[in-house]
């Protein structure tokens, strides 16, 4: 596709001329920043990500959510050069928590961000999670893997999810079942392609919570 984003493949690549888009949007939106990437990629440099970050501030009728896993960075620029905007109630950071090894000391450094909302995909779920200390954390996404190839994915590992969200006061959000849903030792088989159809979801994971407004709260220690 010659002039697309996507020509280059999976690339980085930064569009500078997209940047002003979300002030010309003048219907309020939930903005994902940013798909297919990552906002905290080692090859965008601090000044890049601030200019991004003054967008979203000044189009503030939006509601940004902000995916990660360069964790680390995220938390190091939070606490510094972005704080101007780590406390707007309208931009929502989050990281990507697909299992126990590289997902969860993830969610550690969020919560030592000091931000107004703290989010967590863990979207693919690639393994149950077990105990997960959810302190300051707002919202929690769940879901299986779509796509060629997808790896298999335990209901129970979400239903854990469900428990612990209810157990510290987090919203839960079960974005779908992946093609690869199995419960009980059972393959489920839907019509669905991703599993993205509650309808065809035992009842117990039909959860889809958004957050209240309400800030998380102060940082915790890393």
């Known amino acids: 596709m010659p002039g697309h984003p996507f020509e280059q493949g999976f690339d ?4 500078p001329n997209k940047l002003d888009d979300p002030l010309h949007w003048k219907k309020s939106r939930r903005i994902f920043v940013n798909s297919m990437s990552d906002f905290f990629h080692e090859g965008v440099s601090d000044e890049y990500i601030i200019r991004v970050a003054n967008v979203m501030m000044e189009a503030n009728w939006h509601t940004y959510q902000v995916l990660t896993k ?26 990507s928590v697909e299992d126990k090894k590289y997902g969860i000391p993830r969610i550690a450094h969020l ?14 779920l690639l393994e149950d999670l077990g105990s997960v200390n959810l302190t300051g954390i707002n919202w929690l996404i769940a879901g299986g893997e779509s796509g060629y190839g997808a790896r298999l994915f335990e209901l129970d590992w979400a239903r854990n999810l469900i428990r612990e969200c209810k157990r510290q006061d ?14 009980g030792g059972k393959h489920l088989k839907l019509a669905s392609s991703k599993g993205s159809d509650p309808t065809e979801w035992p009842l117990d994971i039909r959860i889809r919570e958004y957050p209240s407004a309400k800030p998380a709260g102060t940082p915790q220690a890393a």
Not at 12 to 15: A, I, K, P, S
Not at 73 to 87: E, P, Q, T, Y
Not at 111 to 124: H, T
């Open 12 to 15: 980085l690549l930064v569009v």
């Open 70 to 95: 360069r964790s680390e960075r995220m938390r190091d620029l939070l606490n510094s050069k972005l704080g101007f905007a780590a406390m707007a109630p309208h931009i929502w950071w989050g990281v």
């Open 111 to 124: 919560q030592a961000a000091a931000v107004a909302v703290r989010f967590v995909s863990a979207e693919p």
């Open 170 to 183: 987090v919203a839960c959000f079960v974005k779908q079942v992946g093609r690869q849903p199995w419960d």
